[in-house]
């Protein structure tokens, strides 16, 4: 089991910029695959980004391929998303979770044991 606290959320501008970051408990962070999930109001919650537990692939969502990066550093047992040019439909509750994934089954919440309380992302148009 690993717990997993969230941080670095807020408010830009449309085309700003944000770094959340995933603290997480355990000593075994390097085993496990790492995901970024995201919750709008009204919809279902949905994949952003998940990095292996070497951190050597890395897998997106197409809407944020080229301004989302996703990196973990696990001897501090955190992983980041760099949020760039955001977008107001970029605004959600954002999620980390942690689990055991392959490139075809990261982006299924079904994938992840483990998940952080949600941090509050917005970008105002």
């Known amino acids: 089991q690993v717990q997993l606290v969230e941080s670095g959320g807020g408010l830009v501008q449309a085309g700003g910029s944000l770094r959340l970051s995933c603290s997480a408990s355990?000593?075994?962070?390097?085993?496990?695959?790492m995901g970024w999930f995201r919750q709008a109001p009204g919809k279902e919650r949905e994949f952003v980004a998940a990095?292996?537990?070497?951190?050597?692939?890395?897998y997106y969502t197409d809407s944020v391929k080229g301004r989302f990066t996703i990196s973990r550093d696990n001897a501090k047992n955190t992983v980041y998303l760099q949020m760039n040019s955001l977008k107001p439909e970029d605004t959600a509750v954002y999620y980390c979770?942690?689990?055991?994934?392959?490139?075809?089954?990261?982006?299924?919440?079904?994938?992840?044991?483990?998940w952080g309380q949600g941090t509050q992302v917005t970008a105002a148009s």
């Open positions: 979770a942690a689990g055991y994934c392959s490139a075809y089954t990261c982006s299924l919440p079904s994938s992840y044991h483990n």
């Open positions: 355990g000593r075994t962070f390097g085993d496990y695959e």
């Open positions: 990095i292996s537990g070497g951190g050597r692939n890395t």
